[in-house]
C-alpha cells in the first residue's frame, strides 16, 4: 500500500506542476500577443462588433 501512495503523490505532483506550466504558458502567450499587436497598432476593440 505504501508503494501505491507513493508512486501516488508521485504523479499527483508532475501533473500538477504540468497544469501550473500550461497555465503560465497561457499567460505569457496572451500577454506577448497583446504586446505585439500594441506595438503594430491593432486595436482589438474596433474588431469587435458592439452589443449595442
Known amino acids: ?7 501516488f503523490a508521485s504523479y ?5 506542476i504540468l497544469v501550473a506550466l500550461g497555465i503560465c504558458g497561457g499567460f505569457i502567450g496572451v500577454k ?10 491593432i486595436n482589438t476593440m ?7
Open 32 to 41: 506577448l500577443r497583446k504586446s505585439n499587436d500594441r506595438k503594430k497598432g
Open 1 to 7: 500500500m505504501s508503494a501505491f501512495l507513493s508512486s
Open 46 to 52: 474596433a474588431d469587435t462588433p458592439s452589443e449595442e
Open 12 to 16: 499527483l505532483i508532475k501533473m500538477i
